[in-house]
């Protein structure tokens, strides 16, 4: 039997769990700084894939790949460009493995981060942006995944150019996800100035199957955005991945407060503001996702 789309699957009426941190879950395992994390999934594939069946065994139905930082011009800090499509879909593949050993309907929706060039600042250009998103979402998709997961943006062209990417060159589901932070006054906004709102129409106007906000929050701050998002796209599925909560520096090593049972709390009030996904990102643990599921049940 084929396995639902995401979409579907919200539209059935089902609230899904996602994963939660990779980055803090790949340092625990030894990642060093300045060390390459996207190398892991060629280098040391068993721990690589051991995060994505943690996520699965705590009740997530979705977990991404270790490809954040998978583009090639990400990649270029490392000298290893010419490598990104054999790291992606090798992340793609050990996360869709556990999908697979997990059982049941599970999916991968694997991601796709910022590529740190700006068309503002003429870094970069449009064809060479969609060149390198082209080149990462193939990859992916021939590795297992189910949805591509363009995160963490701010800059609409750049999200916008990742999204069309995705649609045009994979039969994948796309998800397009910004981080804001609360300004003075009051409202959220990107590092580029782009409202939930603006983000919201914009990723749907480009493609996007479910549009969303990750990072830079913790759950309480996110259901204000989700109602921003869900204002202006009342019927497109909306997914979370919140930190757990605002980071603190504590001896040059930042800590995030929030407990499982501090974020399982916010659930109820993320689903009534619109989220239909709800996941974690900086700080989250698999224990993070297992209170949320819990508190979903």
């Known amino acids: 039997?084929?396995?639902?789309?995401l979409v579907d699957a919200v539209k059935g009426g089902r609230v899904l769990i996602s994963d939660g941190a990779w980055g803090t879950f790949l340092q625990k395992k030894?990642?060093?700084?300045?060390?390459?994390?996207?190398?892991?999934?060629?280098?040391?594939?068993?721990?690589?894939?051991?995060?994505?069946?943690?996520?699965?065994a705590a009740g997530a139905?979705?977990?991404?790949?270790?490809t954040f930082g998978a583009s090639s011009f990400k990649l270029e800090h490392y000298n290893l460009e010419t490598r990104a499509a054999e790291l992606n879909t090798a992340a793609a593949c050990l996360s869709a493995e556990a999908a697979v050993e997990a059982g049941g309907e599970r999916w991968v929706i694997a991601s796709v981060g910022p590529t740190g060039k700006m068309l503002l600042m003429g870094d970069v250009t449009e064809e060479e942006l969609y060149a390198a998103f082209?080149?990462?979402?193939?990859?992916?998709?021939?590795?297992?995944?189910?949805?591509?997961?363009?995160?963490?943006?701010?800059?609409?062209?750049?999200?916008?150019l990742a999204v069309k990417?995705?649609?045009?060159?994979?039969?994948?589901?796309?998800?397009?996800?910004?981080?804001?932070?609360?300004?003075v006054h009051n409202n959220y906004r990107t590092m580029m100035?782009?409202?939930?709102?603006?983000?919201?129409?914009?990723?749907?106007?480009?493609?996007?199957?479910?549009?969303?906000?990750?990072?830079?929050?913790?759950?309480?701050?996110?259901?204000?955005?989700?109602?921003?998002?869900?204002?202006?796209?009342?019927e497109v599925p909306i997914l979370v991945h919140a930190n757990a909560g605002l980071p603190k520096n504590v001896d040059g090593v930042d800590q995030f407060p929030e407990?499982?049972?501090?974020?399982?709390?916010?659930?109820?009030?993320?689903?009534?503001?619109?989220?239909?996904?709800i996941g974690g990102c900086c700080g989250t643990t698999p224990a993070h996702i297992q209170a949320l599921k819990g508190a979903l049940r």
């Open 134 to 160: 082209k080149e990462q979402v193939i990859a992916l998709e021939k590795g297992g995944a189910d949805a591509i997961c363009v995160e963490t943006m701010s800059a609409l062209d750049e999200a916008t």
């Open 61 to 66: 139905d979705m977990v991404q790949s270790n």
């Open 193 to 234: 100035g782009v409202s939930p709102e603006q983000a919201a129409a914009e990723m749907i106007a480009a493609g996007a199957d479910i549009i969303g906000t990750n990072c830079g929050n913790g759950m309480e701050r996110m259901v204000e955005i989700v109602k921003a998002m869900r204002s202006v796209a009342p």
């Open 259 to 277: 407990t499982p049972e501090d974020m399982a709390r916010q659930v109820s009030g993320l689903i009534a503001a619109g989220a239909n996904i």
């Open 30 to 56: 030894g990642l060093k700084p300045g060390e390459c994390p996207e190398l892991w999934s060629a280098e040391r594939p068993a721990e690589v894939k051991e995060i994505a069946r943690s996520y699965f």
């Open 165 to 183: 990417a995705a649609k045009e060159n994979t039969g994948c589901e796309v998800i397009a996800t910004f981080t804001f932070e609360k300004t």
């Open 1 to 5: 039997m084929a396995k639902q789309k």
